[in-house]
């Protein structure tokens, strides 16, 4: 997993939309790792060997981020602590299945030496949504070293047309972003088209739709799984758990239609706590997803993993 963290402020039971000139209370407050520390604790929940390449400073929301991270058994080879504040933070809120974010990044992220992959030989590279020119060299790097890449969105003003988007998708096995991000990015006037798109370029495209589920594109293929009802307390996250759930099946030896499946009920189980904190273990996950008429059951094997 390459890519920054966050250190989350996560308000909640907000009776309103923050707005200019009004004071609103929570009645909850939760402060978590965030950012792509989603994803790594995700898959490490899920007994997933997983190493998180990312910058760290003397900050406090580095230290406590850097304590999370060892508590939870993510893999530090990755690590780099600089000797300087490195603050990331984001104020988020949710209202009913919404969310919203104030966010503060005090330098640009960069990508990790490419040596590391070397010294790693990591199967999968779970790569957050960068195409400027060094991150490229990072992803192609990686493929020339076996690795294959899932690669994962994010809102801002970028589409297929801006310079390196398209070369980040080619570089892709997989591709995930959720409806909004497709259609954003592809410019596209249904999800069915955004999703020929992308698959243009991806060949195998999975897009997050929230209670709605999720659809994908496996080379050509058509795939749908529809989301089982929990009770929600915070969305925040679940497009991550989501992105770990995938991979997750894909390591255990599933094919398309399961993995979707797996990712669905990742995704829907993160959103029964706040932040990354309810994302399941790969035994939950899997009775979860087989109780819920999702998947059939696991067997010992696939829950021992690659």
């Not at 080379?219 to 759930?245: H, M, S, W, Y």
Request: net charge negative; aromatic share 8%; hydrophobic share 45%.
């Amino acid at each position: 997993m390459a890519g920054e963290y966050f250190c989350d402020l996560i308000f909640a039971g907000l009776q309103d939309v923050p707005r200019p000139g009004a004071e609103f209370y929570a009645t909850g407050l939760t402060v978590r790792p965030g950012g792509c520390y989603n994803m790594a604790v995700a898959l490490a929940r899920l007994g997933i060997a997983t190493e998180w390449a990312c910058d760290f400073g003397t900050d406090l929301f580095s230290r406590a981020v850097l304590a999370q991270a060892a508590s939870d058994g993510i893999g530090s080879a990755g690590f780099t602590v600089l000797d300087h504040d490195l603050q990331r933070v984001s104020a988020a809120f949710t209202y009913g299945t919404e969310r919203g974010f104030i966010s503060f990044s005090e330098a640009p992220v960069t990508p990790p030496d490419p040596a590391l992959l070397d010294r790693l030989k990591p199967d999968w590279l779970l790569q957050s949504f960068r195409f400027e020119p060094d991150w490229l060299a990072l992803l192609r790097h990686a493929r020339a070293g076996g690795a294959r890449i899932f690669g994962d969105c994010r809102h801002g003003e970028f589409s297929l047309a801006t310079p390196g988007v398209r070369d980040f998708l080619a570089c892709c096995d997989v591709f995930s972003p959720n409806e909004a991000e497709a259609l954003a990015l592809t410019g596209a006037a249904s999800l069915d088209t955004a999703i020929d798109r992308l698959a243009e370029l991806t060949p195998v495209v999975v897009v997050k739709r929230g209670a709605s589920g999720a659809r994908a594109n496996n080379r050509g293929e058509r795939l749908d799984a529809a989301a089982p009802p929990v009770a929600v307390v915070d969305t925040i996250g679940a497009g991550d758990a989501f992105n770990a759930g995938y991979l997750a099946g894909v390591l255990w030896g599933r094919g398309v239609a399961d993995c979707l499946a797996l990712a669905v009920a990742c995704g829907a189980l993160s959103t029964t706590g706040p932040g990354s904190s309810a994302v399941p273990d790969a035994a939950t996950l899997t009775a979860f997803a087989d109780t819920s008429g999702r998947r059939r059951p696991a067997t010992e094997a696939a829950l021992a993993g690659p």
